[in-house]
């Protein structure tokens, strides 16, 4: 099921070390049973291996990296293929930023050079119980995967990409009156409608799935399908 190259082998105090400080931050891995916390290792050190981060306006910094790694890792945990090989950089800023001196102000996006994420709201997506289920991360990591996996066709995951094809058939009724309720000034770039409606509900889906489950059975089940796991069980996988 895993793809993961010979060289994955990671020492324990790698393994110890990166389930520290995912731990530190991620309940998702903390409810993960043993072996699927050594998957999501893995997967986080290869992730990682294979990206080139850059920082700005803070100090360069293996946690970092990690985390937000971590994070790509969360989204495509049920996918054989995780790796959004279309996206060779990563850009961590400390704050809000704007892209041009009129521009409003990103908290992420997603480019064709990279996918750009401020640490100070990536941490406050996985720190703040998730009332308001924000999560910029997790968003942009989205938004990155139908990219890599739609559009690019580097590394597709054949069954993302079908599931995700029926996701987008079947979610055009309830998507205006998401987008005009989640859009902020932050969030506001220029994705069509059906690319922010997949962000935010990946976003309410890892944040608070059983509201999501509550409120929106049919869009949870069919989320379920598209990323093949299921937050709300402790081992995530489905399949
Ligand atoms: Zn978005």
Not at 12 to 19: G, Q
Not at 118 to 145: C, I, P, Q, R
Request: aromatic share 16%.
């Amino acid at each position: 099921m895993d793809q993961l190259p010979a060289e994955a082998e990671m020492s324990d105090a790698v393994f110890e070390r990166y389930s520290f400080v995912i731990g530190s931050l991620f309940s998702y891995f903390n409810e993960l049973p043993e072996e699927s916390k050594k998957r999501f290792v893995k997967r986080v050190f290869q992730f990682r291996a294979n990206k080139q981060f850059h920082f700005i306006g803070l100090e360069k910094h293996e946690d970092v990296e990690i985390l937000v790694s971590a994070s790509a890792i969360q989204v495509t945990f049920g996918l054989n293929n995780y790796m959004m090989s279309f996206f060779k950089d990563i850009y961590i800023l400390a704050d809000a930023y704007q892209t041009g001196p009129e521009e409003e102000y990103y908290i992420g996006h997603v480019a064709p050079d990279g996918i750009y994420l401020s640490f100070k709201h990536f941490l406050y997506g996985y720190l703040h119980n998730g009332t308001d289920n924000t999560n910029v991360a997790v968003h942009e990591m989205a938004h990155a995967l139908v990219h890599n996996n739609v559009f690019a066709q580097y590394g597709a995951d054949r069954n993302f990409r079908l599931n995700y094809e029926k996701f987008s058939s079947t979610s055009g009724p309830i998507l205006a009156d998401v987008i005009t309720n989640r859009r902020s000034y932050l969030r506001s770039y220029a994705f069509s409608n059906m690319h922010e409606f997949w962000a935010v509900s990946v976003e309410a889906f890892f944040v608070n799935p059983t509201g999501l489950k509550k409120n929106m059975p049919d869009l949870y089940d069919v989320l379920c399908r598209v990323l093949n796991q299921d937050p709300l069980t402790q081992n995530k996988l489905i399949a």
